[in-house]
């Protein structure tokens, strides 16, 4: 079974890799993938785009999917995906920290 990743990657070759991946990623999350692994796979594919000499506008092509994974974009945009259920994976937003007893 392919990887995130790996999925990311065959969308990222497609004629229309904007689309595609945007496609992908919802899909993924409908299947159950969670935001960490997404975030995860999209950070890599970033890294090989940005290796490759990608443009500020190829490389926008990949964080703004992140945006909307994220929630950093009007509520009809955002990808919605279920909490990690893996041992020691991050949950889905960060927590408020724990604080101690002030004695």
Known sequence: MPTPYDRLKLAWVATDRRTALNRTVEEMAAEGVNRVDLDAALGRLLDDVRAAGADDETEEEITGIGDRLHG?????????????????????????????PVS
């Open 72 to 100: 950093w974009v009007v509520e009809s945009r955002r990808i919605r995906t279920k909490p990690a259920t893996t041992l020691g994976a991050a949950p889905p937003f960060p927590a408020d920290p724990v604080q101690a």
